[in-house]
């Protein structure tokens, strides 16, 4: 039991002593990374509807246009004259079915219709600023009372674009 104990004394022992000699290193790393500014757009549809060309009221219509832009991210939010229109203060949409007619209508910033959209950085866009949720923006369409067109359905495609 004496040499017992002295076998476990000594193997103790080195063990300490192993453990005593042991050596270690450390280093360390960055971890970095860019937030870049970034910014996805979608659109609805306006449909006016119904277009009454004797009707001495104009016609009006809205839809919505979305906009998501990385935080803090500046934007300006743009639209433009349409496939039809000859500058986005003379927008027009086609009859269908190949013919030649067109139907003028604007489209505005505000509830009031008279702040025209357009695509000029700093004149007739929208500015704002990215929050990082989807921000959705009104847009306001006229058709003009007295329009003298033909029977039939009229229509356009205009580019919503973001600059940021």
């Known amino acids: 039991m004496k040499n017992s104990l002295r076998i476990i004394g000594a193997v103790a022992a080195l063990s300490v002593g192993y453990a005593a000699q042991a050596a270690t290193q450390s280093t360390t790393f960055n971890v970095t990374a860019t937030v870049v500014s970034s910014c996805a757009l979608s659109a609805a549809n306006l449909a006016f509807g119904n277009y009454d060309p004797l009707s001495a009221a104009n016609t009006d219509g809205t839809t919505t246009v979305t906009v998501t832009c990385s935080l803090l991210t500046p934007y ?3 639209i433009s004259a349409g496939a039809n229109g ?3 203060s003379a927008r027009q949409m086609l009859i269908g079915g190949g013919g030649t007619e067109k139907l003028n209508y604007s ?3 505000d509830a009031l219709r008279t702040l025209n959209w357009g695509v000029t950085v700093g004149t007739d866009t929208l500015s704002g600023l990215g ?3 989807a921000v959705p923006t009104p847009v306001y369409g006229r058709i003009g009372a007295g329009q003298n067109q033909p029977i039939g359905s009229y229509s356009d495609t205009v580019t919503v674009t973001v600059t940021y």
């Open 76 to 78: 300006n939010l743009g």
């Open 107 to 109: 489209l505005f910033r």
């Open 86 to 88: 000859s500058g986005v």
């Open 131 to 133: 929050t990082g949720l």
